[in-house]
């Protein structure tokens, strides 16, 4: 831009100098200093235009070959990071998956060591019935991501029973619970409703109450986690708390960035979390966390 300024303006102080004799009078050029002004702008003049002409000439030339040139490489890179991000999609793919059967698979092999151990036919029977409903949650789960592009108008429209859907995680957290001999209350008015997609919403709550699980089993055995839901006006909230030893603070940050773990998992649960919350159009935060307390809330759409 620069280097186009300069050639303009050459070519107007050029055309002034050139012009010279027709500016003045003609008795003030025919002798003393303005004569051999008039002499020299005649005879450096047409050169100078020339060597302005094939320096603008040189100049659009060299810019449109750095043009190219820049397009060139812009295209490149545009590949390059298509490909990076095309691998990091499928990483992540792959890591929720992972992630999502996670929990199922962990219960089935806790239910396998039960039944392994367990001589009562009718016990057995039990543990078998609830090692066919984690299998089940684990297709559940696949089902679950195949749908992970559905509008979210598709789903919003759905009511969901709130309380039988916190009673049906009671019954999937109820071998790590067991496991990790803590304490699960829930509390929530029965026929309380919320809208979004009953598949999705019990994944979300399963998400953040199984990381509080994990919580509390690293301070050590024992501990309580809850689950509380209340109306307020046109949204549900549910607050999801534990006892545990609470977020590290270099982790508090990025708490609901992808692959952001305390923990040896995926890092993925709260991230999904929040994503299923507000697919359905609600919303997933942490309001508080330290030693002995911890809550995320959830708020969901009234039914």
């Not at 991501?145 to 598709?154: I, M, N, T, V, Y």
Request: glycine residues 8%; charged residues 25%.
């Amino acid at each position: 831009m620069r280097s186009i300024v300069t050639i303009v303006f050459g070519f107007f102080v050029g055309l002034v100098l050139a012009s010279l004799d027709h500016i003045l009078p003609p008795a003030s050029y025919e002798s003393g200093p303005t004569k051999w002004v008039v002499v020299f702008v005649d005879w450096v003049a047409p050169p100078m235009a020339g060597i302005l002409v094939a320096g603008a000439l040189i100049y659009a030339q060299r810019a449109r070959r750095l043009h190219a040139a820049e397009r060139a490489a812009a295209e490149v890179l545009a590949e390059r990071l298509a490909g990076t991000e095309r691998r990091q999609a499928i990483w992540v793919v792959a890591a929720a998956v992972a992630h999502d059967m996670k929990n199922p698979l962990h219960n089935a092999q806790l239910l396998v060591e039960e039944i392994s151990e367990e001589v009562n036919p009718e016990a057995r029977a039990q543990l078998l019935f609830r090692l066919r409903d984690n299998v089940q949650r684990a297709t559940e789960r696949l089902a679950e991501l195949s749908r992970a592009g559905q509008r979210q108008a598709d789903t919003v429209d759905q009511k969901v029973d709130l309380s039988n859907t916190l009673e049906e995680l009671r019954e999937r957290l109820k071998p790590t619970v067991l496991a990790t001999r803590s304490a699960l209350e829930i509390d929530c008015p029965r026929g309380l409703a919320v809208r979004g997609d009953a598949h999705a919403l019990r994944s979300a709550v399963e998400n953040v109450a199984a990381n509080a699980l994990e919580a509390l089993q690293d301070r050590g055995m024992g501990g309580k986690l809850a689950l509380r839901a209340q109306a307020r006006g046109d949204i549900v909230e549910l607050l999801v708390q534990d006892d545990g030893p609470g977020i590290p603070m270099d982790l508090k940050e990025r708490l609901f960035a992808p692959f952001s773990s305390g923990h040896n998992g995926t890092g993925l649960g709260l991230a999904i979390a929040r994503a299923l919350a507000r697919a359905g159009g609600g919303d997933l935060d942490c309001t508080e966390s330290g030693p002995g307390r911890t809550t995320f809330r959830f708020i969901f759409q009234a039914g």
